[in-house]
């Protein structure tokens, strides 16, 4: 027997699947609860709107990250080679065939006030995502950790958006020579070649 997965994951995988294939508000409700096989009162009972079904599929991104994040710490991984896998791991997203653009930045775009439950959940991985890289650069011996991570944050998210609009394959070697660079240029001694 070919047992379903429980109907609040199926919402959510076809949430992620066509999301991910187009765009947040060009998605429906109704699109979304016939793709995943489900009525409407199923689909209120698990999200009682839209948005908290974006901010579910938000959030599941972020654990997803946070998880790459923690294998990579817990394996021993030093600062330098977490930062050299999350440029990496930035590039490869970049590259992927049918790349649209960051998930976050796609939805701080398309969920612009301020106070919105969506918008709510960018800044939980904003907020995730610079502490991570301040931790990291700081670990690095960097002198100004947040001014660092600043710097690197706002490299990543142009490179994200160059993935989307230029040339994908150049993203993972810039990314990684510019990171290389910013991060260099705030440390007393040199970061190993």
Not at 16 to 37: K, M, N, V, Y
Not at 105 to 127: F, K, S, W
Not at 133 to 140: F, G, I, K, N, Y
Not at 173 to 183: M, S
Request: glycine content about 8%; proline content about 5%; aromatic content about 6%.
């Amino acid at each position: 027997m070919n047992a379903q997965p429980p109907v609040r994951e199926r919402i959510l995988a076809s949430a992620t699947a066509l999301f991910e294939a187009t765009s947040i508000r060009s998605i429906s409700a109704d699109r979304i609860i016939a793709d995943a096989g489900t009525t409407k009162m199923t689909f209120y009972r698990h999200f009682p709107t839209k948005d908290h079904l974006v901010v579910a599929y938000l959030d599941g991104r972020l654990e997803l990250l946070k998880g790459a994040v923690d294998r990579e710490t817990t394996a021993g991984q030093d600062a330098c080679a977490v930062l050299l896998q999350l440029a990496s791991a930035h590039g490869s997203e970049a590259c992927r065939p049918g790349f649209r653009g960051c998930t976050f930045i796609n939805a701080a775009a398309e969920y612009p006030a301020d106070g919105n439950v969506v918008r709510a959940a960018v800044e939980r991985y904003r907020t995730w995502l610079h502490g991570l890289v301040a931790e990291l650069v700081r670990d690095l011996g960097a002198e100004q950790p947040n001014v660092v991570a600043d710097q690197l944050i706002m490299l990543r998210d142009g490179a994200m958006v160059h993935g989307f609009m230029g040339d994908p394959a150049s993203v993972t070697d810039a990314l990684v020579t510019a990171g290389r660079a910013i991060i260099t240029a705030h440390l007393r001694t040199p970061l190993p070649a």
